[in-house]
């Protein structure tokens, strides 16, 4: 199947920094990637649509400017948390559609970033 | 999108057949079914995905009645790295954005 990259897997910060997180889809193109946020014992949360060549799309609740997404090639989404505070420690999952007869969405590792 | 309720935990033996039930009282016309396979601290995995009736591939079997207000993930002779949180989804293949609205999924442990 087709494969969804993320880096890095593991980031640690001071409270305060941004920190960008990188989705690629390695063999295929993907016109949109979506972006999620997994607590600990808790199930995946969309953050947003990331839309190539446009802005992306923010389900509500979670803010633009905290969490920036640039999707500037049809391979390569990019997630930075601003100003990163550890209420903002998580799961960061990536996934990006391919459009065949049948639908599937493919997942990236994930990536976990902890905020001290 | 279509909210879907599945159970919180289950719990079986290796070698057992595992079912795993999902209700999807409000799935429109367009949606698809598709089960997702997770693993702690890693990506969703695609499991399977139907529209109707039985769907059945290398590692699970999907039975969607007629009404497809429900579906049924069916796991054969499970074994012990089985063991994850399965999640149902429904959603409109050829919807603008495709995105996938997770529920709660069901946190399957099996034991020896």
């Known amino acids: 199947g087709a494969v969804v990259s993320q880096h890095p897997s593991r980031v640690i910060c001071k409270s305060g920094t941004s920190v960008k997180i990188e989705c690629r889809s390695l063999?295929?193109?993907?016109?949109?990637m979506f972006w999620y946020r997994q607590f600990p014992k808790q199930s995946l949360m969309l953050m947003a649509t990331s839309n190539e060549g446009s802005k992306a799309t923010y389900e509500q609740g979670v803010e633009k400017d905290k969490f920036l997404i640039n999707h500037a090639s049809l391979t390569l989404s990019t997630l930075t948390v601003t100003s990163a505070h550890p209420e903002d420690s998580s799961f960061y999952i990536c996934?990006?559609?391919?459009?065949?007869?049948?639908?599937?969405?493919?997942f990236g590792p994930g990536t976990r970033l902890t905020v001290l | 999108l279509a909210k879907t309720t599945q159970p919180v935990s289950m719990d079986s033996y290796e070698g057992q057949e595992v079912n795993i039930t999902c209700s999807h009282n409000n799935i429109a016309t367009n949606d698809y079914i598709t089960w997702y396979q997770q693993f702690p601290s890693q990506g969703p995995r695609f499991i399977i995905q139907?529209?109707?009736t039985k769907v059945t591939n290398e590692v699970a079997s999907l039975f969607i009645p007629a009404d497809r207000k429900s579906s049924t993930l069916s796991l054969p002779r499970v074994s012990l790295s089985d063991t994850a949180v399965y999640y149902c989804l429904v959603g409109d293949p050829g919807g603008a954005t495709n995105k996938l609205i997770f529920g709660t999924g069901t946190l399957l442990a099996v034991q020896p």
């Open positions: 996934s990006a559609n391919i459009r065949t007869g049948k639908y599937e969405q493919f």
């Open positions: 063999d295929f193109q993907a016109t949109t």
């Open positions: 139907g529209y109707k």
